[in-house]
């Protein structure tokens, strides 16, 4: 059962002239979760993204964080809020630690203890007295979080996030979201393209099409779990009896010859009675592999074959 969740959108629409950009988006993100947005070019993730922290008016529906109504009590929503929205900005004549104290000026309560947490949180410490101009994009992207965490946030927003880190970068980025959420219940929306990364990054993964929620699933209940029924790979030989003794046991539809030996789709439970099968019929096994949907597959599938961006 979900908590009382940090973020709600109810009917929340975006029109532009007479284009509609958002179309009736609702759904809700509790504390703790990393809730991921995943969708083709123009779908409408970061403009929905824009809407929360207030950079966009919305034309109908409503957004609450904590509570509080972000069209109506502004102020009072954006103060549990950390985010990067499109690319960080910062002033690049700035060394790393000074474009935080600034920051850190606007902010009540930010004290130079926590711009020293928050600096070892992204593992800066080597650079942070380093100007801006001097750094990688992966390294302003991780000064950029650094920002957004200043003030405790309850909510934490990124827009792609892993753009311009490396694949360790991105990694670390990934563990220490997890560890903001596990040991201090920050919950945090992000959008990606990377498919393969929010489907290890996220809890949730909403996908969205010409401005629609089209699913918002557990990530797990969405590329579907090893307890229903799926394709397993039974690497044997020979394969042709193999394929013969599968097709008599599980039935030709289920069944698909493959050079190693055959694929089965079936439920897990009948996994062991194909396996005593095969064997009574002299067909050496060397190994069952579970072919499990990919984030990527589920996502090709609902969108039919939209490219993510």
């Known amino acids: 059962m979900m908590s009382e969740p940090i973020v709600s959108l109810r009917n929340v629409t975006k029109r532009i002239g007479r284009k509609t950009i958002i179309d009736n988006v609702s759904f809700d993100v509790p ?58 900005e910062m002033y690049k004549f700035l060394s790393g630690y000074h474009n935080l104290v600034h920051y850190a000026r606007m902010v009540p309560g930010v004290t130079t203890e926590r711009i020293r947490e928050v600096v070892e949180l992204v593992k800066l410490e080597d650079r942070i007295h380093d100007k801006v101009k001097k750094y990688s994009l992966g390294m302003r992207q991780r000064l950029g979080v650094a920002q957004a965490l200043l003030h405790r946030p309850s909510l934490l927003i990124l827009d792609e996030p892993t753009n311009g880190l490396d694949p360790a970068g991105i ?93 089965v789709t079936a439920d897990r439970d009948q996994v062991p009675d194909i396996l005593a099968h095969l064997m009574r019929t002299d067909v050496r096994i060397y190994g069952v592999t579970p072919m499990r949907q990919s984030l990527e597959d589920r996502f090709l599938e609902i969108t039919g074959g939209e490219r993510v961006g």
């Open 31 to 88: 504390k703790g979760e990393i809730f991921g947005f995943l969708g083709p070019n123009g779908a409408g993730k970061t403009t929905t993204i824009r809407m929360m922290v207030g950079l966009m008016s919305i034309t109908s529906g409503t957004i609450t964080i904590q509570g509080k109504n972000v069209a109506k009590e502004f102020e009072q929503a954006i103060r549990h809020v950390g985010g990067i929205v499109e690319n960080p």
């Open 171 to 263: 990694r670390e980025l990934r563990d220490y979201l997890r560890q903001l959420t596990r040991e201090e219940g920050i919950t945090v929306i992000v959008s990606s393209h990377l498919l393969s990364e929010m489907e290890l990054m996220c809890d949730r993964v909403a996908i969205m099409m010409s401005g629609k929620i089209v699913d918002v699933k557990p990530t797990r209940e969405l590329i579907g779990s090893h307890d229903q029924a799926a394709s397993y790979l039974i690497e044997a030989s020979p394969a042709e009896r193999a394929f013969a003794a599968a097709v008599e046991f599980a039935g030709a539809s289920a069944v698909k010859a493959v050079p190693e030996g055959v694929e």
